[in-house]
Every structure is written in C-alpha cells, then in structure tokens.
Nanobody
C-alpha cells in the first residue's frame, strides 16, 4: 500500500520560509517523479513543482519560480519543497503526489495516482 506523508506546514509571515517534507513508502520511490500541488479554499488543486525520478531535473509553476525549490533524497524515500519569500497567496493545503505510472514526468493532477493527506501552509501579511 502506497503511503505519502507530508510534514512541515505551519504559519509564517510574508517573506518567510518553510520546508515541507514528504515521506513515501509502498512504492519503488526512485522509479517515480514526485510532484507538489496546492489547493486553496474554493479553488482547484494547482501544480506547484515536479522533480524527475533521478532528481536531476525539476519544473515549476510560473507563480513559484525563483522562490520554491523541489528536491529529493532517494535513499530516504523523501521529497522536499523549500519555500522562500512566501506570499499570502501561497496560503493553501500542500499535497505531495506520485504519478500513476513510473518514469513519467507530468504536471496535471489527474495524471497522479498517489496522494498524501496534505499539510496546511498559512502565510500572513
């Protein structure tokens, strides 16, 4: 059974930083790209970044480029999201996710088959 468990959310002032972690189990972690999504109240779940299975490449939503960094530690089965220069509009529940298929790099949430429970990030102005 695949499990993805996020941690590291919380309340931070605008301009501050947070680091999210996602621990994976039940899948061959280094066969899967890993993504982060976020969902604000009343809005759709939006793509944030995705990192390749090897960790050598990553792609970001325009809204977070230059502020967020995704990385992974394959021996630890963990993916991270370093969030700097946070803005109030970054407030959302953040989810880590793995695609339905191995060795695929995708950004649409419907292409992901495994999801964590989410962690809340609140950025105050």
């Amino acid at each position: 059974q695949v499990q993805l468990v996020e941690s590291g959310g919380g309340l931070v002032q605008a301009g501050g930083s947070l680091r999210l972690s996602c621990a994976a189990s039940g899948l061959t972690f280094n066969d899967y790209a890993m993504g982060w999504f976020r969902q604000a109240p009343g809005k759709e779940r939006d793509f944030v970044p995705v990192v390749t299975w090897s960790g050598t490449s990553a792609y970001y939503a325009d809204s977070v480029k230059g502020r967020f960094t995704i990385s992974r530690d394959n021996p630890k089965n963990t993916v991270y999201l370093q969030m700097n220069s946070l803005k109030p509009e970054d407030t959302a529940v953040y989810f880590c996710a793995a695609p339905k298929d191995t060795h695929t790099l995708v950004t649409g949430f419907r292409q992901y088959g495994y999801w964590g429970q989410g962690t809340q990030v609140n950025v105050s102005s």
